[in-house]
């Protein structure tokens, strides 16, 4: 655990305060010159959001939420404001897509690689990496369970969409230091998969089994055509990261209608509420278990995918589809209410950003601010100041009354 | 030594220059609504300070002491300031406690263990935890200083205000990682002192030898009633710190008239002048040792404890009565004199917290400023912005010209 997370381990209290956290995807953004050299924040009408900026109690500041400088995946960005310093805490994009997966059949421990069900030839070369996106591999996946056998070794294929599947050894004795099959081009041959370093037992012992596994699927499959062969990648084992709920000592619950964000949520120890398909239905799950954590992460997607589409219109509607949402939340009454976003993705650039990210929290005891409008440039100039990603979570507990007087480790 | 004092340490030099940091204990306020929703600072008449911050020369800003979202003890508040970061530095408050005995008897690696002089019945049970809070055990001392023998050890029993003492083992051979004597309640006959950790074998010899001068204390006390026996706690021996006097190349000295503050400058080496019952003999003291020191780190007690007892009007008073004193602090001219607190205690709160404190720098080549009062929203927009702790003494450093360019260091 870093310097901070003991820290803040170590002095942190529950008490029955409840907070939440509302990731807006990419809400930052940069002035458009075909819309007046505003931002899609100040072009939007946001008569909820500015009106809670306004209250005394509402305080407004700029993030970054890994440092100034870095670029956040969605991954970084997320685990940046959980207070995971993604510097300290190697956390792949392959850990976070298995967590995604949203399975059971995954434990600590467990290697699993990204697997497509594709099309070979009769000398065994792709024709197609994605075997011509079949509805599902259901059938060759069953095939694969029931027919591949390696002695000593516990192996679990699970499908997913279309082309897609997971391949799981379970057990601690493997390692995910191993290079991919998956050519990347058709007309190869699939790759026999290798220890990144040489000598690195674990990891030779793993592409063995990786490679034996290739060799015996091949033959399972033989007659399954276009899904009759595989390819695999990303390896990479679930992040031992420390316990959300014990770090901050809060019970906490992610929602999110998108299983990447509920995958980043359960790496650090959150429990999941599914069952939402969009930001009304995740409203209302929230209002639905208010009384059951003290600890939520509600997160909104839509401004980054219309962010990332360069559509400037589109995440203006998407940030005021959220002000029209927000009154409810605000019923919902939290002790602590906090309203930032995992990245910039101004639409004038359309991708993830650099650049900062505005900031709210409405608490009691907050110092003054006079901020106007839930916007770059007037959250610049709020009491918040200019934080990292790391600094925000230890605020929210301090002011829910979480945090203890810091006295010194020893 | 962490990277920061690290840079430091090989980039300051000497120079004849004069830096004064005043601590104003608890100095941070926040909103009270019976006071106008003003601060402590807003509210107080403080005309010398607010002169002060509307110089030319004067800059102000916010600190967070240790970092944002943590609520600073004294410890780690000034550990903050003085650049030690309390989450590098393991400093606790037994050591603090220990350091704070200002006496020369114990020296580095030294274990120390707090000692109350308590009253035993027959069967050797508590009855007086405080020994009815005795005038003082210098007695009791001296008796066990004479008679207690335990062969290859070095005891010493130091006496201090009523039922209080410590416990000095003598050099490096022993472990402060043991367990308390003391049961924290009547009824209860005194613990056995164990290794925190099993198998840690310095521990456990510690632990032995605690053991067997509780036994022999016993009986040289037994005639001795009320205070005829001992009870141990929070043992711990003195951190070794880099030293502030060669980290900042300064020769600098510590006056306060309470002795943790004390303590916590000679932890990290400073020069203590004693002396001082309240801060206007502190600040004749500080005419009086003005050039023998070229820095001096001078503490104000006042406005804590009036924040700590929700005291809005007596903190005000606090702050008022050290405006009144500042003109002779002015007087003494020094290159750079640097006001701040340790931590906020809002009034409204009644405690130490989290949020940040006012602070103000004066020396020659200071970027243009334009605060119009030392206060909370004031400063906040000075032009030294928001700052972490560790950025202060660099910045005094730097200020006085005892910072030289930083070439790297390879």
Redesign the interface.
Same mark, same amino acid.
């Given at each position: 655990m870093d310097?901070?997370l @003991? $820290?803040?381990s170590r @002095?942190s209290v529950p008490n029955a305060k409840k907070i939440l956290l509302v990731v807006i995807d990419g809400l930052g953004g940069l002035a458009h010159p075909a819309y007046g050299n505003q931002t899609e924040l100040q072009y939007a009408r946001l008569p909820n959001l500015d009106g809670w900026v306004q209250q005394?109690t509402t305080a407004t500041g700029w993030i970054y939420p890994v440092r100034r400088g870095v670029v956040p995946g969605s991954g970084a960005g997320h685990l940046g404001l959980f207070g995971y310093d993604p510097l300290y805490y190697n956390v792949g994009r392959g850990a976070l897509e298995a967590a995604d997966l949203e399975t059971d059949e995954i434990g600590r421990g467990d290697v699993t690689g990204r697997m497509n069900f594709c099309t070979v030839d009769a000398e065994g070369k792709v024709t197609d990496r994605r075997a011509g996106r079949i509805k599902d591999a259901v059938r060759q996946a069953d095939a694969l369970n029931q027919h591949v056998r390696i002695p000593g070794v516990e192996i679990q294929v699970i499908p997913m969409k279309e082309h897609r599947g997971v391949l799981v050894l379970k057990g601690g004795n493997w390692s995910p230091k191993i290079t991919d099959t998956d050519p990347q081009q058709v007309g190869a041959v699939p790759l026999g998969s290798r220890a990144v370093t040489a000598g690195d037992v674990a990891a030779e012992k793993t592409a063995e089994v990786v490679n034996e596994f290739t060799r015996q699927a091949m033959q399972v499959l033989k007659e399954m055509g276009p899904a009759n062969g595989v390819l695999m990648r990303s390896f990479s084992t679930a992040p031992d990261l420390p316990d959300f709920n014990t770090v901050y000592s809060v019970r906490s619950a992610a929602i999110s209608a998108y299983p990447l964000y509920r995958g980043i949520a359960r790496v650090v120890g959150m429990d999941i509420i599914k069952g939402a398909a969009d930001f009304k239905e995740e409203v209302a799950l929230l209002a639905q278990h208010r009384d059951a954590y003290d600890f939520f992460f509600l997160h909104y997607k839509d401004p980054d995918s219309r962010g990332e589409d360069g559509d400037f219109i589109g995440k203006v509607a998407a940030l005021e589809r959220f002000d029209a949402a927000f009154p409810d939340i605000l019923d919902m009454q939290f002790d602590v209410l906090a309203v930032t976003g995992d990245h910039a993705t101004p639409s004038v650039m359309s991708g993830h950003s650099h650049h900062p990210v505005p900031v709210a929290i409405a608490a009691p $005891?907050m110092?003054?601010d006079n901020t106007a409008a839930f916007d770059e440039p007037s959250c610049r100039l709020g009491?918040l100041?200019?934080?990292e990603g790391g600094?925000?979570?230890?605020?929210l $507990?301090?002011y829910s009354g979480k945090?203890?007087?810091?006295?010194?480790?020893?």
């Open positions: 310097a901070r @003991t $820290l803040i @002095t005394r $005891l110092p003054e009491v100041g200019q934080m600094d925000l979570m230890p605020q $507990l301090c945090m203890g007087k810091f006295e010194g480790f020893a």
